[in-house]
């Protein structure tokens, strides 16, 4: 309760907001969704809500508008997902914690939300709406198995404008650690502590930074990009802040 607390400080919780009372003129929003799994034996703990506090304190120094939902459905999220690619004009950071599943039905890996799979075939039609104007949309994903569930290397092809960053490799574990104190996810906490001493970091330099750390946790970072120039910009995208 006090993590959902901070984070409120930070953020607005959208998980049981309409659409339509979200702002239609959006630049740079960080936009994070916390599966925690409270209650059932897939719990996380509390390493998924620290992950995010430190997510959103990241982006919100950056003038990231930092917007996060909490254990919803997948079709709520898919619904703000939607939006905020539409009324997002510069950059929209997508950032997913929580469970990852092999769906061998679909020959896909998803995210595991409380009522469904989310998969690769969900979340195109989404992210095609991405190639519209300039928005740049990065995927990142900390979860065990889903890799980043849109393998643009893999045969799996999609119009966007988007460049993706998983913490496995789709066939690992994702770690939790407990640092300062607090539980949190391995790839979070290595990246958010890069980004932090490193705001210039690019998506290149994040992989090969963190790459070697990760291999010791038997974790390979993965990332895929749908334009080649994309690895070569910030993370953190400074085009225009508001």
């Given at each position: 309760?006090?993590?959902?607390?901070?984070?409120?400080?930070?953020?607005?919780?959208?998980?049981?907001?309409?659409v339509s009372s979200l702002s239609n003129n959006l630049i740079n929003v960080a936009f994070i969704v916390i599966n925690q799994y409270l209650g059932t034996r897939l719990s996380l703990g509390d390493a998924p809500m620290n992950d995010a506090i430190n997510i959103a304190t990241c982006f919100s120094k950056f003038g990231y508008t930092v917007y996060f939902m909490v254990d919803p459905k997948c079709s709520n999220f898919i619904s703000k997902f939607n939006y905020l690619i539409q009324n997002t004009t510069n950059d929209l950071v997508f950032y997913y914690i929580g469970h990852g599943v092999i769906d061998n039905e679909l020959n896909s890996n998803a995210f595991l939300f409380k009522d469904k799979n989310c998969d690769r075939y969900t979340l195109s039609s989404s992210i095609s709406l991405a190639q519209r104007n300039d928005l740049r949309l990065v995927f990142i994903s900390d979860?065990?198995?889903?890799?980043?569930?849109?393998d643009l290397d893999n045969g799996f092809h999609i119009n966007s404008n988007i460049v993706t960053i998983s913490s496995t490799n789709g066939r690992q574990k994702a770690?939790?650690?407990?640092?300062?104190?607090?539980e949190q996810g391995l790839f979070t906490y290595f990246l958010i502590d890069a980004l932090t001493n490193e705001p210039s970091l690019t998506i290149k330099g994040?992989?090969?930074?963190?790459?070697?750390?990760?291999?010791?946790?038997?974790?390979t970072i993965t990332i895929h990009s749908s334009k080649?120039?994309?690895?070569?910009?910030?993370i953190i995208h400074q085009r225009q802040t508001r």
């Open positions: 309760m006090i993590a959902l607390q901070n984070i409120k400080k930070i953020g607005t919780d959208i998980t049981n907001i309409a979860c065990c198995y889903a890799g980043s569930i849109i770690r939790q650690i407990v640092a300062n104190r607090k994040c992989q090969q930074l963190l790459r070697p750390k990760l291999k010791s946790f038997s974790q080649r120039n994309y690895l070569k910009q910030p």
